[in-house]
C-alpha cells in the first residue's frame, strides 16, 4: 500500500500562485508516476498534470503555461506550482501514485480562487 498526503491548498484571489505538495509513504517504488487530478463541483474528476520518475512531464492544455509539476524522488514527493490562478481552477486537486497497475489516491485538497 501507498499512502498520499497533500498539502498546500488554500484561499487565493484570481492571478495569485499556489504550491502543493503530496507526500507518498509506504510501498513506495522507483519506477512509479505521480500527478495531480483535480475535481470541481458538479463536475467529474479531470487530470491536471502527471510525472514520471525520470521527470518526463505531461500537462492537460489549461494547465500548460500556467502549472509545473516536479518530484523529488528523494522524498517521494510530487508539486505542483499554480500561477495565475482563476476562479475556475476552484477544485479539490487530488494527487495520485501509479506502479504498474496499481493506482492510489490522497485525500484532496481544496483550492479556492477568489475573482
Known amino acids: 500500500q501507498v499512502q498520499l498526503v497533500e498539502l498546500g491548498g488554500g484561499l487565493v484571489q484570481a492571478g495569485g500562485s499556489l504550491r502543493l505538495s503530496c507526500v507518498a509513504s509506504?510501498?513506495?517504488?522507483?519506477?512509479?508516476?505521480m500527478g495531480w487530478f483535480r475535481q470541481a463541483p458538479g463536475k467529474e474528476r479531470e487530470y491536471v498534470a502527471r510525472i514520471s520518475t525520470r521527470t518526463i512531464t505531461f500537462y492537460a492544455n489549461f494547465a500548460k503555461g500556467r502549472f509545473t509539476i516536479s518530484r523529488d524522488n528523494a522524498t517521494n514527493t510530487v508539486y505542483l506550482q499554480m500561477n495565475g490562478l482563476l476562479p475556475e481552477d476552484t477544485a479539490v486537486y487530488y494527487c495520485?501514485?501509479?506502479?504498474?497497475?496499481?493506482?492510489?489516491w490522497g485525500q484532496g485538497t481544496q483550492v479556492t480562487v477568489s475573482s
Open positions: 509506504g510501498r513506495t517504488r522507483s519506477n512509479s508516476a
Open positions: 495520485n501514485y501509479v506502479f504498474l497497475s496499481s493506482t492510489y
